[in-house]
């Protein structure tokens, strides 16, 4: 994880690296630091453990003048959020300034080889030895492209670097493997970020790096090489995005106004891709696999976190409204099994970033046993999304809070338009049951609304319990993994312990935590297993438990059990969970924010996870 910024041209170089830093923080936050080449020729440093915040209330703007410079916003693996381990590091010599978003797993090897060479180090990162060995390559080569090129050569495991040698002042060099990074070029400027959102205010012109390249900047000029030395030619592309998307809108917290913008992020995802008469779905994206989607005799589904429980939404989708078996695999458990994947297996990554290390390695190794890769993915030209066979995007638009929220609702609405297109392509569903699909996909934005309308209502719920220490979150069927989500969603951002639960299951251990302390939250819309859900909510008010019930508008049955009730209209089953999921949202981020927590940066989290 962690988020890289360099910059060259004609501006003062640092508040465009603070600025880039504030918009990377979404990718780690435990530390931050730059270095400047000042207008005297000088290279200054500061750095600090905590936020970006931290570190520009502790700065005199004034010291720090001039128009070449790199910074780091740090997602700690390899050594403790310290002063000294925040980026940038340096060589033993001060010669090669490094910032480093990755982690460099033959790092023990490297430093041996280098302390029998007399190196000395001080961090106890990956990073710093990193710096060395870039050093160390340039004594010999006295070439400072080379010498990052022998290194980055030697080198197992990921990077996206932007790195600076006091021997070649203007220029800076940058490269990725397994890590994002483009290049944004202005007019007589460059900016390195890993993501766009650090570039948006100066320029919309972007070169997104591939694994295994490198770009050489100076102040008037852009090369790009792989790391082998073949030089690349790239067009510049132009970012569809525009700043007010990455601001926050008079909302409090990001996710505060990523929850309010679903009604929108909802539309966007299925807008074109479906005709409301007819019940066609048509996603462009996947059509040239559309003959392996179809033959495929099973598929599947493989994420991380919250787009792990989308997918288990999906899973339910699939197999019910297109009778294809579907396996979910946490992608991390996926790969270091020697998984059993055929030929016509269809594996699907779903990742909001479209960076996630261990979705992307999954998919990698999917596509090596020759399976039809496919990504359902947020970020337009992540590395997933250039990677998979075919895909398609979610258009949900930027999500900065670190929980997920409109992501997750696009990622579903995404899952259900590629069921209800392979269900009318294998007649697993009559033409009647598609058109009655898409008229109530129509609906869906309209019931979002009402649901914001009703934001006081959640809040007061979380008003009441926001000093729970414990929750359980329960649902059957395919509001089983919406109560995983919600229990997510209260763990990340308020750091109160929750657990979701298939409902039956309760008996079958949970249900001895229950007391008079602890708030149940069922998922109980009017489905095929209300009547059940009912005798589980009775099981367990008779052991005292709260219930809060997650209930149909129409629903006044639910009185009679339930202590409070989250309404939400009523919807057809594919389309529910995108609903459902909405007052949990509400619920979390209401109790976080009741709490003073970090709303949008956690504590110990990162939005996007780079590292294995
Ligand atoms: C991190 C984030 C989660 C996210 C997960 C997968 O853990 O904090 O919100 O669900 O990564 O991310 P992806 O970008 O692949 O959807």
């Known amino acids: 994880m962690c988020g890289i910024v360099g910059y060259i041209g004609k501006r003062n170089a640092l508040p465009v690296i603070i ?11 435990d530390s931050a630091g730059f270095t400047i080449l000042s207008d005297k020729g000088e290279y200054i440093t500061f750095k600090k453990a905590g936020r970006v ?37 340096f060589c033993m010599e001060e010669k090669i300034i490094l910032v480093h978003n990755g982690i460099i797993e033959n790092y023990k090897a490297i430093k041996s080889k280098l302390e029998s060479e007399g190196y000395k180090f001080k961090t106890d990162t990956d990073t710093e030895i990193l710096a060395n060995l870039i050093n160390y390559n340039y004594k010999k080569t006295n070439d400072f492209v080379k010498a990052v090129q022998l290194s980055l050569g030697g080198v197992d495991g990921t990077y996206g670097i932007a790195c600076l040698c006091t021997d070649e002042k203007d220029k800076i060099i ?16 460059f900016i390195i970020a890993s993501d766009a959102a650090a570039v948006l205010s100066y320029t919309r012109n972007v070169i997104y790096l591939n694994d295994g390249e490198m770009a050489i900047v100076t102040k008037n000029s852009h090369t790009l090489k792989t790391i082998e030395d073949v ?3 790239r067009d510049i592309q132009v970012l569809d995005m525009v700043l007010e998307q ?12 990523e929850i309010c913008e679903q009604p929108e992020s909802i539309q966007n995802t299925f807008r074109g891709r479906i005709n409301f008469e007819t019940g066609v779905a048509k996603l462009g994206g996947l059509e040239k696999v559309l003959p392996q989607m179809l033959n495929a005799k099973r598929y599947i589904i493989t994420a991380c976190g919250t787009a792990w429980h989308a997918g288990l939404i999906g899973e339910y989708m699939i197999e019910q409204y297109c009778r294809i078996p579907v396996e979910v695999e946490y992608a991390s458990e996926f790969r270091y099994r020697r998984p059993i ?29 020759g399976a039809t890769t496919i990504g359902i993915v947020n970020v337009i030209g992540s590395t997933i999304a250039r990677e998979v066979d075919a895909g398609t995007y979610i258009h949900a638009g ?15 609405m995404s899952l259900a338009l590629i069921t209800m297109m392979i269900a009318r392509e294998k ?9 009655e699909m898409a008229q109530e996909l129509k609906q869906i934005p309209e019931k979002i609304k009402r649901m914001i309308d009703r934001k006081e209502d959640y809040k007061s719920v979380a008003e009441k319990f926001r000093k729970s220490k414990n929750f359980y979150y329960l649902g059957r069927g395919v509001n089983f993994p919406v109560a995983l989500e919600g229990a997510l969603k209260l763990k990340e951002i308020s750091y109160i312990h929750a657990e979701g639960y298939p409902a039956a299951e309760m008996k079958h251990g949970p249900i001895a935590l229950i007391d008079k302390k602890m708030p149940v939250v069922f998922i109980a819309p009017k489905d095929r297993t209300y009547d059940k859900i009912i005798s589980n909510i009775a099981e367990v008010k008779s052991r005292k438990g709260i219930i809060i019930a997650l209930a149909n508008e129409d629903d006044d049955n639910i009185k009679n059990y339930a202590d409070y009730i989250l309404r939400v209209p009523k919807t057809l089953g594919i389309f529910a969970p995108i609903l459902n999921i909405i007052p949990l949202q509400f619920l979390s981020y209401y109790i976080a924010a009741m709490n003073n927590r970090d709303v949008d940066r956690p504590r110990n989290l990162a939005k996007s996870v780079t590292v294995e």
């Not at 990455?246 to 106004?257: A, C, P, S, T």
């Not at 055929?342 to 090596?368: C, F, H, M, N, P």
């Not at 930027?398 to 579903?412: D, H, M, N, R, Y």
């Open 427 to 435: 007649n697993t569903l009559f033409s009647k049951t598609l058109r």
């Open 174 to 189: 940058a490269a990725r493997k397994g890590s994002p990074l483009l290049l944004g070029v202005g007019d007589e400027e």
């Open 246 to 257: 990455i601001e926050k809108g008079g909302y409090k917290h990001f996710m505060l106004k």
């Open 341 to 369: 994947i055929y030929k016509d297996d269809v594996v699907i990554g779903i990742s909001q970033s479209g960076e996630t290390a261990d979705t992307l390695e999954a998919l990698r190794e999917a596509k090596k046993y």
């Open 53 to 89: 915040t931290d570190l520009e209330e502790s700065i005199d703007f004034e010291k720090y003048i001039g128009n070449v410079g790199i910074g780091h916003t740090r997602w700690a693996t390899h050594g403790e959020p310290t002063d000294a381990n925040a980026h940038p590091h």
């Open 231 to 233: 030089e690349i030619i």
């Open 398 to 412: 930027p999500e900065i809070g670190v929980a997920s929220t409109k992501a997750f609702t696009s990622q579903l």
């Open 19 to 29: 600025d880039g830093l504030k918009r990377l923080e979404y990718r780690g936050y």
